[in-house]
């Protein structure tokens, strides 16, 4: 089923404030991703562009990557004669 984690943001001295005990500065809020990923649209690129990136990228990966062939790949053939 569903699972929750909570990873801490941010810890107060006090309960709901005061000195700030830790922070978390290495955390990027979803709200801020989308408005850099905005501004990054409006400097240039495109979503276009990123995708067709991606593709290439894919491609590339899937050819480096290879598997072996299968040796036991008809063991279970379906083409059974000889009955």
Not at 64 to 80: G, H, I, K, Q, Y
Request: charged content about 35%.
């Amino acid at each position: 089923g569903p699972r929750l984690v909570l990873a801490p943001i941010r810890v107060f001295a006090g309960s709901f404030g005061g000195a700030t005990l830790y922070h978390d500065a290495g955390l990027v809020l979803p709200n801020e991703a989308r408005q850099r990923e905005r501004l990054d649209l409006k400097r240039g690129g495109s979503k276009y562009e990123r995708r067709k990136e991606a593709q290439a990228a894919r491609r590339e990966h899937v050819a480096a990557n290879t598997l072996p062939e299968d040796e036991l790949a008809d063991t279970f053939r379906d083409d059974v004669t000889g009955l």
